[in-house]
């Protein structure tokens, strides 16, 4: 009986404080690049859901100690009942990041970020560091220099003939701009310094579209590849 009971594992204070702290640093560094391109969930929001996961994965395998020792027998239990329940709970907060702008869809790069902050705070309160930092690494290496790569080499390969890059004024809606197109095929918007860049599929782009555009005078410049 007293071999069974010691058998079970137990987590000091000190290993429970090391292991939160962990995974909000972690999940609050991936943060820390969502913040900085101004997306919908930032330090805050990334740490939280990190350290609540790795609260969530310690309750889960140490929380019930005195309740798994008490009585005559062991009682039998799962320590990953509670964590496994993370998996499915983090899809309804990466759903709130999700925004739909006109024909664009904003916020899944978030929500994928979530998730995967969800995932470090679980490797964190399992005391799996290795996998935690890797796996942090790993994701802002994706959300920042691999996202530029990616852009520029898809920029390349990527048929041009009908697709324009045009540039509006800083805080200028859309909607008007796309008033004066007649089918779009794709968009795409994202905010630079003091402008905003719609880039468009069109299915057909010639000189006197590009000259209607660049007319108007919330275009600040229009980009045609031919």
Same mark, same amino acid.
């Given at each position: 009986?007293?071999?069974?009971?010691?058998?079970?594992?137990?987590?000091?204070?000190?290993?429970?404080?090391?292991?939160?702290?962990?995974?909000?640093?972690?999940?609050?560094?991936?943060?820390?690049?969502? !913040?900085?391109?101004?997306? !919908?969930?930032?330090?805050?929001?990334?740490?939280?859901?990190?350290?609540?996961?790795?609260?969530?994965?310690?309750?889960?395998?140490?929380?019930?100690?005195?309740?798994?020792?008490?009585?005559?027998?062991?009682?039998?239990?799962?320590?990953?009942?509670?964590?496994?329940?993370?998996?499915?709970?983090? $899809?309804?907060?990466?759903?709130?990041?999700?925004?739909?702008?006109?024909?664009?869809?904003?916020?899944?790069?978030?929500? $994928?970020?979530?998730?995967?902050?969800?995932?470090?705070?679980?490797?964190?309160?399992? $005391?799996?560091?290795?996998?935690?930092?890797?796996?942090?690494?790993?994701?802002?290496?994706?959300?920042?220099?691999?996202?530029?790569?990616?852009?520029?080499?898809?920029?390349?390969?990527?048929?041009?003939?009908?697709?324009?890059?045009?540039?509006?004024?800083?805080?200028?809606?859309?909607?008007?701009?796309?008033?004066?197109?007649?089918?779009?095929?794709?968009?795409?918007?994202?905010?630079?310094?003091?402008?905003?860049?719609?880039?468009?599929?069109?299915?057909?782009?010639? !000189?006197?579209?590009?000259?209607?555009?660049?007319?108007?005078?919330?275009?600040?410049?229009?980009?045609?590849?031919?």
């Amino acid at each position: 009986m007293h071999l069974a009971l010691s058998a079970i594992p137990t987590l000091s204070d000190l290993d429970v404080f090391g292991r939160l702290v962990v995974a909000a640093v972690l999940g609050g560094a991936i943060g820390v690049e969502r !913040e900085i391109r101004d997306r !919908e969930a930032g330090i805050r929001t990334h740490l939280l859901v990190a350290l609540g996961s790795g609260l969530f994965t310690i309750m889960s395998a140490y929380g019930f100690h005195a309740f798994l020792t008490s009585g005559d027998a062991v009682v039998r239990a799962d320590p990953t009942r509670i964590a496994a329940q993370i998996v499915t709970g983090i $899809g309804f907060l990466g759903a709130g990041a999700i925004i739909r702008e006109g024909l664009s869809v904003r916020g899944l790069t978030t929500a $994928g970020s979530l998730w995967v902050s969800a995932a470090i705070g679980m490797a964190a309160g399992a $005391g799996w560091y290795a996998a935690a930092i890797a796996t942090t690494l790993l994701t802002i290496l994706a959300l920042w220099p691999l996202r530029l790569f990616a852009y520029r080499v898809i920029e390349r390969i990527k048929p041009e003939e009908n697709r324009l890059v045009v540039e509006l004024k800083e805080g200028q809606p859309v909607g008007p701009f796309l008033a004066t197109l007649d089918e779009v095929r794709h968009f795409e918007l994202r905010d630079e310094h003091e402008r905003r860049v719609v880039t468009l599929e069109l299915p057909h782009v010639d !000189e006197a579209l590009v000259s209607k555009l660049s007319d108007l005078e919330y275009v600040i410049g229009v980009r045609w590849r031919r």
